[in-house]
Each structure stands twice: as C-alpha cells, then as structure tokens.
C-alpha cells in the first residue's frame, strides 16, 4: 500500500463506547497529524506528532487521546464522546525538515457518527 | 500567527467556463501556500502549492494559481471547467510553531459546474 491508509473508513459509536482510529503511513514521512472536519466548519488541527513527540495539542478535549507508537502509525483513542464530535477525522503526514514548501498528504478519512 | 481566507463558500460556473477561486492570505513571513481538492467522503488530494521559486504554479488537472505579494493573493484558476471539477477547495499556509510546521487551512470553496 501507498500513500496514507485510514481505518476504518465509517464508525459509529455509542457516548458511553470506546474506539480507536488508526492512521498508517508508508511515505517515510516523520510528522503526522489529525484533523477534524465538520460540517460547515473549517478544517481544525487537532494534534501534531514530530518524531513520534507530540507537538501540538489544539485545546482538543480529553475525550479524544492521541498515541503515535513510532513514525507510521497514528492512533486517535476515543471515549465518552458527545453527538457533536460527528465529524470526518482525517489524518495527514509530512516530511519536516524539508523546509516549509513541503506539502501534507492526507488519508481519506474516517467518517464518525456518535449516537 | 498565519491564516488565509477564501471569499466565497459556493461558486458555481457553467461547463467550460473559466473557475477562478479565491485565496488570500495574512503572512508576516514569505507564506508557503497550497491548494487542496476534496471530493465527497474522501481526503483533501494536494493540486499545487507555491513555495517562492516562481509566482505562476502550475498543478494537476489543468489548475494554476499565481502568487501576488503587493494583492496577498494566491487565486486559483483554470481556463475551462469540466463536469469532474466540481469538489470543495481549499487554501493553506504552512506555519511553523513548536518546532513543527502545521497546516492552516481556509473555509473552503464549493465549486458547481452546470452542464
């Protein structure tokens, strides 16, 4: 596989539920990313991994918890969530040090639905 | 810290017509800016970026955008619309804050093309 891989692609999840989505990226990439995209709403960073070294938590709340174990894979943990966090969760890496021309690549996203 | 700005949510063109999307950003530094393409339920697929080698950019599908530092614009434009364009747009800047360079992304443009 290529590119940026999102799984799964759907979830729907209970507020009392726990999952977890996964990010894996097989461009060599150091720095990964999760985003939030909800409707009519701006794409919102979430939380940024260099190294596998969080370097940036976006005021998100403590209902999602991110885990990056090495360069590759990207997990965002969710628990007790609420219907407004039904957003696309989409996850991008990126090469740093590369200067800040270079450009994230993105998955395709998971698409969650909290009932 | 960075952002740019996308006037107008929705475009709509005819087939064949010239698309000009448009991006404006706030920089106190030399930006580095991108233009996005998403499709329904899929990730954002990179069209071109500037990264200050030349003005005029050249990306995918026929897309170009040109960078004006005196307008602080990167409009996006392609000489004649095809059915397959229609998508959401977006614009970014990469900013660089704890060490790591981030993403920030515009409101995003819906472009409708009518047959």
């Known amino acids: 596989e290529t590119g940026v891989t999102q799984t799964p692609r759907h979830l729907v999840m209970g507020m009392t539920n726990k999952k977890s989505l996964k990010c894996e990226q097989h461009?060599?990439?150091?720095?990964m990313y999760w985003y939030k995209q909800s409707a009519k709403k701006p794409l919102e960073l979430m939380f940024v991994?260099?190294?596998?070294?969080?370097?940036e938590n976006n005021s998100v709340p403590s209902r999602f918890s991110p885990e990056c174990p090495n360069s590759s894979h990207l997990f965002l943990h969710l628990h007790t969530l609420q219907p407004e966090d039904s957003a696309l969760y989409l996850c991008a890496s990126s090469q740093e040090g590369t200067g800040a021309g270079t450009e994230a690549f993105f998955g395709q996203g998971t698409r969650l639905t909290v009932v | 810290a960075q952002s740019v700005t996308q006037l107008g949510s929705h475009v709509s063109v005819s087939e064949g017509a010239l698309v000009l999307l448009r991006c404006n950003y706030s920089s106190s530094v030399p930006p580095y800016l991108f233009w996005y393409v998403q499709y329904p339920n899929q990730g954002l697929q990179l069209l071109l970026k500037y990264t200050s080698a030349a003005t005029l950019v050249k990306g995918i599908n026929g897309f170009e955008a040109e960078f004006k530092k005196s307008e602080t614009s990167f409009h996006l434009t392609k000489p004649s619309a095809h059915m397959s364009d229609a998508a959401e747009y977006f614009c970014a800047v990469s900013d660089r804050t704890s060490g790591t360079y981030k993403y920030i992304f515009g409101t995003g443009t819906r472009l409708k093309v009518l047959a």
């Open positions: 991994y260099n190294f596998k070294e969080q370097t």
């Open positions: 461009l060599g990439h150091n720095a």
